[in-house]
Nanobody, 121 residues
Framework: QVQLVESGGGSVQAGGSLSFSCPVF??????????IGWFRQSPGKEREFVSS????????LYAEYVKGRFTISRVVAKFTVSLQMNSLRPEDRTVYYC????????????WGQGAQVAVSS
């Protein structure tokens, strides 16, 4: 069983910065993780892709609305993924989730408890 625990986030004014860290816990993680992604979701809205990183090789993907503002990174030895968020906008205000996609899956199907971002204008 895999567990993800997001930490970070918080409250900031528009234009400010926040960051998340997401360590992944479990056994034989190097065989379990294909990608780690960040998603966000507000109540009553669809889950949105934010960014992802390929665990082996480090290929990066970003949603258009965060390109140039957010940076995803990983520390392989610690099985930890981070998300640095700069130039935050009020529309970035929501709950962010760290999620894992397994090599045998087409979707992300394991996620943490979520962490809140509040951005005031």
């Amino acid at each position: 069983q895999v567990q993800l625990v997001e930490s970070g986030g918080g409250s900031v004014q528009a234009g400010g910065s926040l960051s998340f860290s997401c360590p992944v816990f479990g056994r034989r993680l190097s065989n379990y993780i294909m990608d780690i992604g960040w998603f966000r979701q507000s109540p009553g809205k669809e889950r949105e892709f934010v960014s992802s990183i390929r665990w082996s090789g480090g290929s990066l993907l970003y949603a258009e609305y965060v390109k140039g503002r957010f940076t995803i990174s990983r520390v392989v030895a610690k099985f930890t993924v981070s998300l640095q968020m700069n130039s935050l906008r009020p529309e970035d205000r929501t709950v962010y989730y760290c999620e894992v996609r397994k090599p045998t899956s087409n979707d992300y199907d394991c996620w943490g408890q979520g962490a809140q971002v509040a951005v005031s204008s």
